[in-house]
């Protein structure tokens, strides 16, 4: 069980020494903190003094003031416990205005304790958490700020009031019986407090006892000191650090009795360290746990953030490599779209070289058409002129007979159709050739327009790619498009030589007149 989770039973005692004057004016001021339940200005200052101070719950404190008489009852304002006090330690309000105990016994000593003030606090048995009720303050009354989040601490408070009342007077009981030696006349007031951050009273009390004479006088060292006449076991004088000890002892298995309190030592029953100091003390210890929280959220938050680091510069190494391959693809890819788009423009000179070439032989083919179809009109011209000058054989030519001047007439016909032949062979050759070279500028069309489509069919990734790089405005796949575009307004049918005269036309127009009959 952690030390959080137990019940500590203790108290925490200081004392005032009687100085110069007395000490009525701090007891009273002491009193008025403590015991502000009796007064509404006293509880609203205390509350706007005290942040842990609930004031809504301030009236459950129920101050009380020993009646004289072996008990306690009710106090109806601080006076009351003022004044009881003054009974028992003096006010030099006297015949003689001595500063003496109750005024008429032994002198006091500006040094000697007079006053005791104890604190006993509830175990945390007896109490309810609240966790998250106070925000912490620090040292210059601003709370205490971790991650952004003020830092929260718990208020406890008991479980029942009126078992936490029982406890509160039973150890009071045990301080009059087993502390004070002056028994439980020497407790002035006791002041419960249930509105602050843990329920806890307060318990003021004089270090008077009776003496031989049975006259009180000043017995502080022998509650508090070293006193010749207080021993331990071992029979030697007991000192007051081994006192206190042994009170807080004591006081654990007296309240074990009836509670669940935890009987070894607790670290503050050992402390001289008042409720206020303990109290900044815890505060202090708090503000340390949720900056250690802090920092411990913090470090694991910077070694999140370093992982996250970690891994995004990995994958952008990773990214790296993979855009150092892609360039090399692209650069790999441009290169290879430059070498077609020359070779493209090469196939494109050389398509309209090679056009130009068929044109030219187109050109000359015609003109050889036209000028072996003059010659072949000049021979019909000869070949008409030779049979209007072929006569027959009449009486005016007697030694030329009709079969020789036949003769003669289908000789030179002959002559002149084998001439006719040949030149119609002539034109049949250069017609095929002709024939041949269109298509062969046929073919070099359909082999320029393959390559055309398939440099239009650019693979996306290439297009992609030229679309992001442009070149003055204008993305490298415009300019291609652009290119196809010109080549096909450029590229017209080449003139077929179908539109010459067919062998059947030709020879029609070779045909020889028919001799005259």
């Not at 409720?275 to 815890?282: D, L």
């Not at 009486?395 to 009709?402: H, I």
């Not at 046929?442 to 239009?456: G, P, S, T």
Request: aromatic share 6%; with cysteine; glycine share 6%.
């Amino acid at each position: 069980m952690s030390d959080e989770a137990k019940g500590r039973a203790g108290f925490n005692a200081r004392h005032l020494r009687h100085g110069a004057t007395g000490t009525e004016s701090d007891r009273r001021s002491i009193l008025k903190e403590a015991m502000r339940d009796l007064n509404d200005w006293d509880a609203d200052f205390y509350a706007n003094k005290n942040p842990n101070i609930v004031r809504e719950e301030t009236h459950l404190n129920k101050s009380l003031v020993n009646d004289g008489q072996g008990g306690f009852r009710h106090a109806k304002d601080v006076d009351e416990v003022v004044e009881y006090g003054n009974a028992r330690i003096g006010t030099c309000d006297n015949d003689k205005g001595e500063d003496r105990v109750t005024d008429t016994g032994r002198k006091w000593r500006s040094d000697s304790f007079e006053t005791s003030l104890f604190v006993v606090s509830l175990p945390r048995t007896l109490c309810t958490e609240i966790k998250d009720f106070y925000p912490v303050i620090d040292e210059r009354g601003e709370p205490v700020v971790a991650d952004g989040e003020p830092v929260m601490r718990s208020r406890w408070v008991a479980r029942d009031i009126d078992e936490a009342r029982e406890y509160f007077m039973r150890a009071a009981g045990f301080l009059g019986s087993n502390v004070l030696t002056g028994g439980t006349d020497a407790i002035h007031g006791i002041a419960p407090n249930f509105d602050e951050a843990y329920p806890h009273v307060q318990i003021m009390a004089d270090t008077l006892g009776p003496g031989d004479d049975g006259a009180l006088r000043c017995d502080a060292s022998r509650m508090w000191g070293s006193h010749r006449d207080v021993r331990d076991a071992s029979g030697r004088q007991e000192s007051g650090k081994a006192k206190l000890s042994r009170y807080q002892r004591e006081l654990r298995e007296h309240m074990a009795q009836w509670y669940d309190v935890e009987l070894e030592t607790a670290h503050r029953s050992k402390s001289s360290h008042s409720r206020e100091e303990w109290a900044r003390i815890k505060d202090r210890e708090q503000i340390a746990k949720a900056l250690r929280q802090s920092a411990t959220r913090k470090r694991e938050l910077i070694d999140s953030e370093g992982k996250r680091v970690q891994d995004r510069e990995e994958e952008i190494d990773e990214r790296a490599g993979k855009v150092r391959v892609r360039q090399a693809k692209l650069a790999k890819r441009e290169a290879e779209v430059t070498a077609r788009e020359r070779a493209a423009t090469l196939e494109a000179q050389r398509v309209a070289e090679e056009r130009a070439r068929v044109a030219e032989r187109e050109a000359d083919v015609e003109a050889r058409i036209k000028a072996y179809r003059r010659e072949i009109a000049v021979q019909d011209r000869h070949i008409r002129e030779i049979a209007a000058d072929v006569r027959l054989p009449t009486a005016a030519d007697p030694e030329v007979g009709l079969a020789t001047q036949a003769v003669l007439v289908v000789r030179e016909i002959a002559r002149r159709a084998d001439q006719a032949r040949k030149v119609e062979g002539r034109a049949k050759r250069h017609e095929e050739e002709a024939r041949q070279s269109a298509e062969s500028a046929k073919q070099l069309e359909n082999d320029a327009q393959v390559r055309v489509n398939e440099l239009a069919e650019t693979p996306p990734f290439w297009q992609q790619f030229a679309d992001n790089h442009q070149s003055n405005g204008v993305t490298m796949t415009e300019k291609f498009h652009k290119f196809v575009e010109h080549e096909k307004k450029k590229r017209e049918p080449l003139k077929s030589v179908s539109s010459l005269k067919s062998p059947s036309a030709r020879q029609k127009s070779l045909q020889w007149p028919k001799p005259p009959q």
